[in-house]
């Protein structure tokens, strides 16, 4: 025992710590793959003296809690003043988290057992137990806690300092968001303080799946770990025979088949997974896949009607692939655009432009507001492949500028902007820089047969369900090529509502839907055209252009056509 370091974790938790495994059996606690995955983030970021951070999303009974509040037992109970919380989503869960503390602490070699003042189902609380005063004072304990507590009350934990808070299955509390803004409060932001978030996915929307896609995206602290049902190495069945095996392998379905090229999972372990979807998940395989994930977006299962196809968005998804740049653009004095990689950058490109060819740019445009919703903007080249897209927080006259650059780098891009709102501000400025390829709607009156056209892309209760509708038809035939995650994630959790209207669910955006449903609509009328469907100002005479599939041969003479925005022009 002299020669141990009881203050090293890696040698502590196997040395010291014993669980109560599913067969009902004390044995050692022996971290499996996963479990010692979590200890590596915890511990890196001590090094780093950072405050640890982190959110886990993750398969049913992986085993997180035990190595959870194996890390949190030995922090509390081999330092002085230290407070830890764990709360978990019911009572009955509390009750096994304390049981769980319960046993390591009965199970520690006396030698480096701290001395324990009270052990009820509420705490644990590491303190000379003596009624003597003058003992006490003398050897008080290290005077540190643990707490166990339950989500249903929303005040849980707001009196006091804590320096390790594990929220457990937080995606099934009732109220997370109020609970955990209390809770996050009572946690310093010092390095050798801990927050865990831990859970099984419980559908879209809500403070546990809003809080993991803002880490995956980067925008707070969170280090977001991920788990997929295969890294369990209990998650397997054996085969009877060479036989039934051989029978298993010409059964094999196109997602058993991309488990295996893609994750390298094996026949033992989709034998499981027959297994569980029928017996565990009542033969849903959409249950399954909320309850044991493959990847992070498969966990999450619109509550709603999904208005994309799923299993198509599912194969996007699966083909996801990163950037090979990501950046900012930059204008130069002659005017050309010159990429600035920079992993922060705004502009992501899977595509770079080829000379003479056509490309289609849609672009949805936001407030502004550093935690809004996004401005958005999608390039499309003439085999309906994204190459590039823009998302981020800016102002709109800002915005318009950078759609300039992006159009500019694309062959000078056929540029429909979403006009409503403060799209009116985007469109400004982009015609502020000369940019003239612009989308003009068109409005046909059928009282005096005349056709109008109005700048930009107008979303209304007309058009709106017929650029998502043609959204929808695309993605179900597959004939986008999309590998941005960000559009396939919106994608998924874009749903029908009661009253037929389409919107993404509460929780979640819709920019790069909106963005890209505009990109389409601008493919479908500009692509056809072998010619630039407006003209600068001083030229006055504009050719064809495509109304509703009908060429129209048309002049146009007025000096002032470009001056008003939003105004209607007859033709």
């Known amino acids: 025992m002299a020669n141990i370091n009881i203050l090293n974790p890696y040698v502590y938790i196997p040395s010291f710590l014993k669980i109560r495994t599913k067969s009902g059996e004390l044995q050692k606690f022996k971290p499996n793959k996963p479990q010692i995955t979590l200890l590596n983030a915890v511990e890196k970021l001590k090094r780093e003296e950072k405050p640890v951070r982190i959110i886990i999303l ?4 992986m085993g997180f809690s035990t190595m959870t509040e194996a890390i949190c037992y030995h922090h509390i109970s081999t330092n002085k003043y230290r407070n ?5 989503h019911e009572d009955s869960a509390s009750q096994n988290i304390y049981n769980m503390f319960k046993t390591y602490y009965e199970n520690t070699p006396e030698e480096i057992t701290p001395m324990r003042k009270r052990m ?3 705490e644990l609380l590491f303190e000379n137990p003596s009624l003597d005063d003058v003992e006490k004072r003398k050897n008080p304990g290290l005077q540190s806690s643990i707490k166990v507590a339950s989500a249903r009350n929303v005040n849980t934990g707001r009196s006091q300092t804590l320096h390790f808070l594990h929220c457990s299955e937080v995606a099934f509390w009732n109220d997370a968001k109020t609970l955990v803004t209390g809770l996050f409060q009572t946690v310093p932001n010092l390095p050798n303080t801990t927050i865990i978030l831990e859970s099984t996915a419980n559908g879209v929307g809500g403070f546990f799946y809003e809080t993991w896609k803002a880490a995956e995206s980067g925008e707070n602290d969170f280090i977001p770990l991920f788990f997929p049902w295969f890294d369990e190495p209990t998650y397997s069945m054996p085969f009877n025979s060479v036989e039934e095996l051989d029978v298993f392998i010409k059964s094999l379905d196109k997602e058993e088949k991309w488990l295996i090229e893609t994750h390298n999972v094996n026949y033992e372990q989709l034998k499981w997974r027959r297994w569980c979807i029928q017996n565990n998940c009542t033969g849903d395989i959409e249950k399954f896949h909320q309850e044991y994930p493959s990847y992070p977006d498969e ?11 799923v299993d198509s968005l599912k194969d996007y998804l699966r083909n996801v692939q990163k950037p090979i740049k990501k950046c900012f653009l930059n204008k130069t004095l002659n005017g050309d655009i010159e990429i600035d990689e920079n992993n922060n950058g705004y502009v992501e490109i899977w595509k770079m432009p080829e000379e003479n060819k056509f490309y289609s740019l849609g672009a949805d445009v936001a407030e502004g507001l550093s935690k809004g919703d996004y401005s958005v903007g999608y390039i499309l080249d003439e085999n309906l492949d994204v190459c590039a897209k823009w998302r981020g927080h800016i102002e709109p006259d800002l915005f318009g500028k950078e759609l300039v650059k992006l159009g500019l780098m694309y062959n000078e891009a056929y ?3 979403e006009v409503n709102n403060h799209g009116l501000a985007t469109i400004k400025a982009i015609q502020a820089e000369d940019y003239t390829n612009i989308y003009y709607s068109k409005l046909h009156d059928k009282a005096t047969d005349v056709v109008t056209q109005k700048i930009g892309w107008t979303t209304t209760s007309k058009t709106k369900p017929l650029m998502i509708d043609k959204l929808a038809e695309y993605i179900r035939e597959r004939y986008i090529g999309v590998k941005d995650k960000d559009f396939i994630s919106e994608a998924l959790t874009y749903v029908i509502e009661d009253n037929g209207s389409t919107n993404a669910q509460e ?10 449903a505009i990109a389409l609509q601008v493919f479908l009328e500009g692509k056809f055209d072998s010619f630039k469907p407006f003209v600068p100002k001083e030229e006055t005479k504009r050719k064809r252009q495509i109304f509703d599939g009908i060429k129209v041969d048309e002049d146009i003479e007025e000096d002032n056509f470009f001056d008003e925005y939003g105004q209607e022009v007859s033709l």
Not at 58 to 61: F, L, P, T, V
Not at 84 to 88: E, F, P, V
Not at 507 to 516: F, I, P, T, Y
């Open 415 to 417: 540029m429909g902007i």
């Open 507 to 516: 929780g979640c955006h819709d920019d790069c839907v909106m963005a890209m």
């Open 84 to 88: 830890g919380l764990i709360i978990a």
């Open 299 to 309: 966990a999450f299962i619109a509550s709603g009607r999904p208005k994309f196809n």
């Open 120 to 122: 009820n189902a509420q």
């Open 58 to 61: 993750k398969a049913r009974q």
